[in-house]
């Protein structure tokens, strides 16, 4: 166990050294700080599972961030956005703090189109017309096990963007934007 724990944390050591020469945030070269950032997420409307390490430690690996940006794409019109890196961390440490790590996330809603966006307007579904989900910077979640009023609190204790509380629909909106509530 304990020699298997030795080659794995050498392997991260150097998957951080590698993405260190081509990630998008390369700031503090501290290769002792490879804190593995995981992903588990389903689609609730493409019916997909991914299981994604994106980060380690201060290295955003390029390969993983994309896998995201294409898991999260406007489930309606297929396109595709570079999300913010933020939203993602703070799915990550949203996690952590209602005690499920490795828990998976529901995903109800990612990046949307302003063809999307309108759509959803014109459908009555009460969406903001400059919504963060069109900056790729919102993602709406469901935590199976989870009371969606104990994930509301937990975003907004964080205070790292917009939370929004939809009870009759049971899921929660989390962006990087400004903080607010609603
Ligand atoms: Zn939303």
């Not at 204790?157 to 990087?176: I, K, L, N, P, T």
């Amino acid at each position: 166990m304990r020699f298997q724990k030795i080659l794995l944390s050498g392997a991260l050591a150097a998957l951080a050294l590698l993405a260190g020469s081509s990630a998008r945030a390369a700031s503090g070269d501290t290769p002792t700080s490879a804190e593995q950032y995981r992903l588990r997420l389903y689609h609730l409307h493409t019916g997909q599972h991914i299981d994604v390490v994106y980060r380690v430690g201060d290295h955003y690996l390029p390969d993983g961030v994309a896998q995201l940006d294409q898991f999260l794409r406007d489930h309606r019109t297929g396109d595709e956005k570079d999300y913010d890196v933020k939203e993602f961390d703070l799915l990550h440490d949203l996690m952590a703090r209602l005690g499920h790590p490795n828990g998976e996330i529901d995903i109800v809603c990612g990046y949307r189109t302003p063809w999307s966006n309108n759509w959803l307007r014109e459908h009555g579904h009460g969406v903001a017309l400059h919504s963060q989900h069109m900056e790729a910077k919102a993602i709406d979640i469901r935590i199976p096990g989870v009371p969606t009023a104990q994930v509301r609190d937990a975003a907004l204790a964080m205070q790292r963007g917009g939370v929004g509380y939809y009870a009759s629909s049971d899921f929660v909106h989390v962006d990087v934007g400004r903080v607010r509530r609603w």
